[in-house]
């Protein structure tokens, strides 16, 4: 298919996003180059855009495989192509973490490749001139980063549930999968899906017996050949494995309901009466809810998530008047 400069959409350091002629698709064009250190390294390497299109395609596949929506299309017509949905991109780069390496070890004093208690996720604002500064939700809400539709609660579950198949994937192939970068977006319709890439470049990949580093690492630390690394990951990548996703799990959850706002039920109604009763005068708004603890069996936490939101909304609130919110983890959070 012929471009023309005028259907880049947007060029960065790694992708070239051009209009498709579909009005609602782009074609991601991955790039022949590799960048680390916020761009102060860079290097031309032929053939490295095609490894990180198919890898990204196999990987995004593998999610949407899992019900993880995502941005991902089909494979472009040149090898070094995407085609993806259009989403608006939220300017949040949300990491997972595994095992400690990189700016974590720097910023915390982890030891190097110490396994966590359990996945860590941070979250960084996409600022290349402020070297994309870690970023706390009170700052993500005073900025207004997030769409009205999505919470921040939601994006931490979909990066954990993406984790567990990433885990899951590359443990069925003797590989680490020690952290990684996602950026979401939303559809036209608000719904969140996962977009950008799924690339060595945004992972920490290693080998479980030797160490060996099969990620971008090699390039950023000097370690060894690029394509060579990207290429011994995508043949593990392609050996037919099964997941070990089949065996089931225990999941914990608390869901909160509460009133809808500016509905005020008779128990706040009465809470409220009671405390202007013993002098409580300031207080002028209450809204009483429930909690619930509920221990869950599904063989991944998306499964769960799916049984949960069913419960929530047939069982444990009532959807005309009450609202409801999920948490969502892996057992040990209720005693
Ligand atoms: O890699 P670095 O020390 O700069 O940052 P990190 O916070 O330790 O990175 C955690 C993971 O996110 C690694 O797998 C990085 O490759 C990935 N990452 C990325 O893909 N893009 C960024 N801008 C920052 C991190």
Redesign the pocket.
């Known amino acids: 298919m012929t471009t023309t400069a005028s259907d880049v959409l947007i060029e960065g350091k790694a992708k070239i996003v051009r209009q498709d002629t579909t009005a609602h698709q782009v074609r991601v064009i991955f790039k022949d180059c590799a960048t680390a250190f916020n761009g102060e390294k860079f290097s031309e390497i032929p053939g490295k855009g095609e490894l990180n299109a198919k890898i990204s395609g196999m990987l995004f596949q593998l999610l949407e495989e899992h019900h993880i929506p995502t941005c991902f299309v089909a494979l472009g017509e040149s090898a070094n192509e995407l085609v993806y949905n259009n989403l608006t991109m939220i300017p949040l780069?949300v990491?997972v973490r595994n095992h400690a390496?990189?700016?974590?070890c720097k910023r915390f004093g982890f030891e190097q490749g110490m396994a966590f208690k359990q996945p860590l996720v941070e979250y960084f604002l996409k600022n290349d001139a402020a070297n994309?500064p870690q970023i706390t939700e009170s700052m993500i809400q005073e900025r207004g980063s997030l769409p009205a539709s999505i919470s921040l609660s939601l994006l931490e579950r979909r990066a954990l549930q993406i984790n567990e198949i990433f885990v899951a994937f590359f443990e069925a192939r003797g590989i680490r999968c020690a952290?990684?970068?996602l950026e979401f977006g939303v559809d036209a319709q608000g719904v969140l899906m996962l977009g950008d890439e799924l690339s060595p470049?945004?992972?920490?990949l290693r080998d479980v017996k030797t160490a060996q580093v099969l990620?971008?690492d090699v390039f950023r630390l000097d370690l060894a050949d690029l394509i060579e690394t990207y290429q011994t990951l995508l043949k593990r990548m392609e050996a037919p494995t099964k997941l070990a996703l089949d065996q089931p799990r225990t999941y914990w959850a608390q869901v909160f309901v509460k009133s809808r706002k500016n509905i005020l039920n008779p128990e706040s109604k009465a809470i409220l009466t009671s405390l202007h009763n013993v002098g409580f005068t300031s207080v002028n708004g209450l809204q009483a809810g429930k909690r619930f603890e509920v221990q869950i069996e599904a063989n991944t936490m998306m499964a769960a998530e799916r049984q949960l939101l069913k419960i929530a909304e047939d069982v444990l609130s009532n959807p005309v008047i009450e609202d409801f919110e999920l948490e969502l983890g892996l057992s040990g959070g209720v005693s």
């Open positions: 780069e990491v390496y990189g700016s974590v994309d952290d990684f970068k470049d945004n992972f920490r990620d971008k």
